[in-house]
């Protein structure tokens, strides 16, 4: 059986799971979309790594992002959730993140994108994920995904989506300066309402955040990290314990120390804050990502 075949089999078998667990227990907080979410990923590592990740190394950091805290109130005020439109409790529809950068459109990941833009909704100007509240919806006109993304690889692993009407009143997130690259050890911030706990539903209702550093592109393309999978579209950062995670998918991450320039996007890694494996972001300020994001934004 090809991947693909047990990838679409494995969505499938989620979404009846989803069902079922909703009608035997209507408390259910399982998103499939995070779920399906999740699977990809793991499909992707697996194909990266070559090995069954299914249970966690002895370097697995217990909690995550992983290894942060409740964003402060300053912290990200351009951050957005991402929901399944027809899912009216905001904690149980989000399945990603994004940030707002224009009084129209966010940046997030493509492979939070592959769907019709009448099936979801973005979340804006709050920190908590909380009740059946929807004033602070925004429904969504239009997805463009990097036409070089690859699923296979997550290369070019960016979307700009427009909103069905323009928000005010939100500071936007500004986007770096076209070529450049975070540096090594650079202090970074990425925030979130992903997973606390690799593969498990410990989700938080409240905003999160973590400072990880850069690292070197070399030590993370090496052989006992990512093996050659980083592509110039791509920067690494974050350590043992400290991490992004499932759901946070599509976030922000910027430089300090004023935490206002979008340098990346949450793309994907292996585990949560495990050792030799910190979190890979889309690279922003890189000229092919850098110019599709451009392309997508008013003048």
Known sequence: MTRRIWLVLSVLLLIAISH????????????????????????LMTRLTGSDLTAAPSTQADSRIVGGTVAPPHLHPFQVAILQKNRPNNYR???????????????TAAHCSDMLAENVAVLVGTRTL????????????????????????????????????????????KLPVRGTDPRPSTSTTVSGWGTMKYKEDDYPRELRSVS?????????????????????????????????????????????PSNKILIGVV??????????????????????????VVSKLPP
């Open 267 to 292: 793309s994907f890694g292996t585990g949560c804050g495990w050792a030799r494996y910190p979190g890979v972001y889309t690279r922003l300020a890189n000229p092919e990502i850098f110019d599709f």
């Open 20 to 43: 079922l667990e909703g009608k035997a227990n209507p408390s259910s907080e399982q998103s499939w979309m995070r779920a399906y979410i999740a699977l990809k990923h793991h499909a």
């Open 212 to 256: 990880v550093p850069g690292v070197e592109r070399t030590t993370c393309n090496s052989v006992d990290s990512y093996n050659g999978a980083i592509t110039p579209r791509m920067f690494c950062a974050g350590q043992k314990g400290k991490d992004a995670c499932q759901a946070d998918s599509g976030g922000p991450i910027t430089r300090s």
């Open 130 to 173: 909380t009740g059946k509240g929807t004033s602070n919806r925004v429904d969504v006109s239009e997805i463009y995904i990097h036409p070089k993304y690859q699923i296979s690889s997550y290369d070019y692993d960016v979307a700009v989506w427009k909103l069905a009407k323009p928000v005010y009143g939100i500071p936007f997130a």
């Open 93 to 107: 529809a989000q399945f990603c993140g994004g940030s707002l950068v224009a009084n129209q459109y966010i940046i």
